[in-house]
């Protein structure tokens, strides 16, 4: 049995993926000084861990292994087993994830996996005795086992380093110590948690036996999960790009242009996912059926999988989509971003550009005028680590909800990370943009009201079979100049103008302006954040709006349908308020160039593969037949190739129009919703916007609200008033209510002038 993607060309060289490379062009001298930049940059920004660090992971690791087989002679000899048998009872511990691929960074978790027998059991021996064994351990800190998930997991920090470990139970007396988990049959009498547990190992080992080269693809990698948290696009979870997903699209990357160097793969990362045609899977090889009968992603069989906006397809069976958490509102965002890196790359091929524009934080509190707030609270810290796990898994339940019953004309763009306040104890907030779909004819009153929306999302969660007292959800608008000043660095807010002129757009060389700054909130997750001084901003407003804008930078720093103008009308408290703004103008915010970073040493990257190591320019040599071989390739000819790509078995697979009720739940809370009657989920309406086009018309909308005054900070509450209204129609009656509304009254744009006027 040969490996599923690889198979042979004309000249007996194996190809690697379901279709022929788009170039097989190797890299110019141009490639491989740009490449060396590319690696100093990524060490520069402290992507890589320390010689002593990694010393620390193979120590714990090691450590670790042994655990297990004491752990598992300890349950044989409990369970009666002769002497002979205990002597031969072995555990296993395997790696996967960004560790196993070798792309983690300072901190990042290891994802391990421990095998065991059939005797050894999940609940009675791994989360009994080997948990009792971790927590009596001075080694062993933040010990949180979360058996009813659905995939099992125990976490723990053993010496500092944080550990994921699942448990597969598999079909053997005795585990051997040169088990190969690649092989099918491993995955033969075991259940559906040993399956997903196993999963993971599976998956990672098969990327790497499917791109031409290991080296090259870890630097590409590391790289694009770099670009994807600096972007606010890294979160499974929120419904953006996770590792493996990332793992997966730099892959098919590096079968398509098997002879190039991570510069070049960075940038036909870009312009092939641009023009890539969602929902067309991406797939690293052929889907196997596979002799177990497992369950495998098929849009023609199975109807859950036709709603699939972005498949993603893992390569190992049984192959799955690992994207399922993906919305139409996260798509657009994603959409966009890797618009705006095409774009980058061009800049940087012309010299216009370099590695820090394409690395720019987004501005994601200076992108949308109007932001929900989803605040959380519990007794302790123990509730909240589960409360917060719980609530993340539904967020994108609220992006699906308001999509569907706005009809997909009010838009979410959910920030992937979460923030704390200091002040409030056990506490952790949310983000999530709001806009009016772009492109679409703004018919005369029309308002949207998510009161019910909103309920019905906070009756969901509260639907958590595992909820305690003291586990509280919140959700409020907020305006942007009224964002707390806690989710910025040190409390403060920063300030920047809010536009620059065409000339100093031109003079920074198309280098996006610096909008915000990275912050590391509670949790390790980088966030983006950005600022505004109303005062300032009016002012700088006022001076810009009178000059011409004729001139237009060759890179923008993120399409126009996600910024847009700062509305400085004042709000009363507890009275109704008005805002219009023009949705046609983007906001630029300039912003000082940072310093390039220092250059440290390349840190060690601990490697298990029968690959290429170390630096890709100290090893990968020019070769001028193949360099000069394809580089009459035009863009043109790579569209055309992609179009041929995406001409496989599912090219007739397209997205349904409507979404199921619920995506798939998050992996570790699964079975952990309540019923509720489902009475509240029934008959509703979805359509699926796609990106917004680059040329759209000027939009004039006007928000109407009530507000009331919390704290000396303005918060306009999202909770239902208790009445009926509709989701979406013309103004309501007047009738009387108990509790704020948010309720968005789009207007012509006649009228908005002139009651602007």
Known sequence: MGIPGLSNQNNGQQRLGITEPISLAGPTEDDV?????????????????????AVGR?????????????????ISRAKGFNEQLVHEANAKIFTFGSYRLGVHGPGADIDTLCVGPR???????????????????????????????????????????????????LALWVIPDDLDISQESILQNVDEQTVLSLNGCRVTDQVLRLVPNIQTFRTTLRCMRFWAKRRGVYSNVAGFLGGINLALLVARI????????????????????????????????????????????????????????????????????????????????????????SEICEAMEASKADWDTLFEPYPFFESYKN???????????????????????????????????????????????????????????????????????????????????????KHSVNAYTLWKPGMNIHVSHVKRRNIPNYIFPGGVRPTFPS????????????????????????????????????????????????????????????????????????????????????????????????????????????????????????????????????????????????????????????????EPEELEDDTQYKNQDKDSGGNMKNNMESLLSKPAVAEEPVISKEITCSTHLFSNEILEELEPAELSAPLLSGPPAPLPMKKPLIRLNFTSLGKAADKSA
Request: overall charge negative; charged content about 25%.
């Open 33 to 53: 000084i740009k490449t060396r930049e590319l690696e100093k940059y990524l060490q520069g920004v402290g992507l890589y861990e320390s010689q002593e660090e």
């Open 254 to 341: 590096c079968q398509l242009y098997p002879n190039a160097l991570p510069n070049m793969l960075v940038s036909r990362f870009f312009r092939v996912y641009t023009q890539w045609r969602w929902p067309n899977p991406v797939m690293l090889c052929a889907i196997e059926e596979g002799s177990l009968g497992l369950s495998v992603w098929d849009p023609r069989r199975n109807p859950k999988d036709r709603y699939h906006l972005m498949p993603i397809i893992t390569p190992a069976y049984p192959c799955m989509n690992s994207t399922y958490n993906v919305t139409s509102s996260t798509l657009r965002v994603m959409s966009d971003e890797f618009r705006r890196g």
């Open 58 to 74: 193979e120590e714990v690791l090691g450590r670790l292994d042994q655990i297990v087989k004491i752990w598992v002679k300890n």
């Open 499 to 658: 536009k620059v002129t065409a000339e100093n757009k031109q003079s920074s060389k198309s280098r996006v302006p610096g909008h915000g700054q990275a912050e590391k909130p509670q949790g390790g997750k980088t966030v983006v954040v950005g600022a505004d001084d109303v005062r300032k901003r009016k002012r700088s407003e006022d001076i810009m709006d009178n000059n011409p804008r004729n001139s237009k930078s060759p890179v923008s720093l993120a399409p126009p349908s996600r910024e847009v103008n700062e509305d400085i009308s004042p709000i009363s408290a507890s009275s109704s308020c008005s805002m219009k703004f023009d949705e046609s103008e983007v906001n630029s915010i300039g912003g000082q160039k940072s310093e390039k970073p220092c250059l440290n040493s390349p840190g060690e990257i601990p490697s298990g593969d029968s690959g290429t190591n170390g630096s890709v320019t100290n090893n990968q040599q020019v070769n001028p037949v193949l360099a000069a071989a394809d580089t009459s390739n035009s863009k043109e000819e790579e569209k055309l190739a992609i179009e041929k790509i995406m001409s496989g078995p599912y090219d007739a697979h397209q997205a349904f129009p409507e």
């Open 371 to 457: 932001y929900l707030q989803i605040d959380i609270t519990a007794e302790n810290a123990d509730d909240l680590r589960q409360w917060k796990g719980w609530v993340e898994s539904r967020l994108r339940q609220l992006t699906l909800k308001i999509e569907r019953h706005t009809y997909g004309m009010l838009q979410c763009h959910p920030h992937p990370g979460e923030f704390s306040d200091n002040s409030r104890p056990f506490h952790h907030c949310y983000f999530m943009g709001l806009q009016r779909k772009q492109g679409v004819p703004v018919n005369e009153g029309e308002q949207f009201d998510i009161r019910l929306t909103v309920e019905e999302f």
């Open 119 to 169: 005797h050894a059991s999940r609940d009675e021996d791994f989360f009994g005795e080997l948990q009792k064994m971790l927590s009596e351990m001075q080694e062993v800190t933040e010990l949180h086992p979360v058996p009813d998930a659905h995939v099992p997991v125990m976490k723990f920090k053993f010496n500092g380093v944080s550990v994921d470990l699942l448990y597969a139970r």
